[in-house]
């Protein structure tokens, strides 16, 4: 049966595709592509009825955020997700310092539901929705 | 047409400084041994994405404005100031960050930079237990067990196993690479095997089935000759494809490993079976390896300094590395991710005595991260102008913090239209240093290596160095001006 949302720990983190697009510029599109998107178990997917490259809502208390959800290639990783680093990824992590100045990138619990219907914002779009600029 | 041989690349902490750029009228049109980070950067520096002029907030767009304007605005804006943030650094030579230290001072701010969104836990643990490190070339020749542990560096730092670790001919230790050809090679041929098998009882295959199991990779790998690589990832990487043994661990459970580690390296025995999602039993595989090594090295990255524990994590791997010295040769090295963030703290240090989140606000400097730090002040709506260089907290700060900083003047200095440039009041462009600028930059493991200027930077684009030293100018100029004001006042 398919579920409506489920439960996971979030991740951010470095890919190859996020370090080629940084170096491309930050308003580059291959900077939005790869950063736009969120690597999510198979077995995961197939439990929200989402398939490969569709959109998902990922929620966090910090805020939520549309991505498009992309199988992880390299085998199972149940109740993870993992966003690369960027400003989606930021509009939904966790800012707990624990007192040391380091915010917590990986491992906050978050929510995912499927959103097909819902548009991936660019970041020209995301930054004015966030911060009005 | 000329080459330039043995340029540095200004990418990521591995600072490979072999690399070959062929130079046509100004602009570089071929990289050599580069990897994808480095050819994109090489490549695209010149690209559309360029900051072409210094910009000014008015009316709430950016509008292009002369250089002295945008130099005069920027020294306004922090000679106003009583508690601005300098934020970044890690992506410019040491020349600009020892200005930047002047600027801190002259204006009483908090200059902070990458670290403490990197590896500032691993310091403050360095701090606590001080750190047994090697330089890389010591860990290329000599180095027979190597263990990246919450890091990828086929991703973040990609040409580091082919330079100074498994993949690389060291003096006393052969490369693997080959092995892992094989091992490639093997791979493929049992996929090719399963997909005719699946071929030919497609009607019949079962329902695939769930897996459970977090670990992968038959201990007995851990037993092969030569140089060894072991990973340890909540998932399985491209590093973690490659290596002799992988270890699937339970997200924010690293801590745990690490204890265990630490427990089986002094001998002692556990009654538990499982650790983190680990049977304890491909633990002493570990375990076994490392006491049993010749020389082992563990690079770690944000797996370990972001996750629960963050420098509580990286104080039990350097205990566990002392511990191991006892029995072998044992190092430990950040995997430093921007290519000059190490020379940000290493100049930080030598100028104030702090590596990061330094506070000039009493006239001294202060450092206490949790308090100092720019996330911490931003969180708390502390700050009251940020000036942003060579990095881009506009997208790798949590969106809390960043909503205080657009709220106050910001300044940003960086080559490319980024989101904190864009989220900017004043933005000035600079050039790439490393390409368009010379100087010296910080490699992961604290050595220095002159950068190359191979090309000129567009006309009217200034390095960041000569950019900081116009508005410390403007700066301590707008300070006299208020100063003969406020004594003609009295």
Sequence with gaps: MVQQKLRVILLTGRTIEQGVGKEQGKSSHEYFEACSMVYMDGGDMKKLGVKNNTNVLVTTPHGSVVLKAVKYPRGPTPGLIYIPYGPWANAICSDATTSIGMPSFKGTPAEVEAAPDKPLLSMAELLKSEFGR | MSIVKSVTCPVCGSLCDDIE??????????????????????????????????????????????????????????????YPILYGWSSTNCEAQRVGVELAEEIGGVLDNTSVVCHGPSILSVQEVGISTCTLGQIRHRADLIIYWGCDPWSAHPRHLERYTSFTEGKFEDSAWKAYLQKVKAAAGKKKIASTQRREFIKFRPQPQTQACLVSGPPQLLKKDGRKLVVIDVRKSMTAEMADYFIQVEPNKDFEILQ??????????????????????????VADAMVNCNFGVIFFGMGLTQTAGKFRNIEIAISLVRDLNRRTKFVIMPMRGHFNVTGADVVSTWQTGYPYAVDFSLGYP???????????????????????????????????AVEHMVKKPLIVIDPHMNATAMLGDVVIPSAFAGIEVGGTAYRMDNVPLPLKKVVEPPEGILPDEEILKRILEEVRIIKAQKMAQQSEAA
Excluded: W
Excluded at chain 2, 260 to 285: H, N
């Design chain 2, 21 to 82: 750029l062929t130079i046509e009228n100004n602009e570089v049109v071929k990289v050599k041994n580069g990897c994808a980070m480095c050819e994109s950067k090489f490549l695209g520096y010149k690209g559309e994405h360029r900051t072409k002029t210094p910009l000014i907030r008015k009316d709430g767009k950016l509008v292009p404005v002369s250089m002295d304007e945008a130099v005069h605005k920027a020294g306004e804006i922090l000679a106003n100031a009583n």
């Design chain 2, 260 to 285: 265990t580690l630490r427990a089986l390296v002094g001998d002692q025995e556990l009654d538990v079976d499982k650790v983190g999602g680990v049977p304890v039993e491909y633990l002493e595989e």
């Design chain 2, 366 to 400: 202060r450092y206490n991260p949790g308090e100092t730090s720019c996330v911490d002040i931003l969180l708390r709506g502390e700050s009251d102008a940020s000036l942003i260089i060579a990095a881009d907290p506009g997208a790798n700060f949590p969106k809390r």
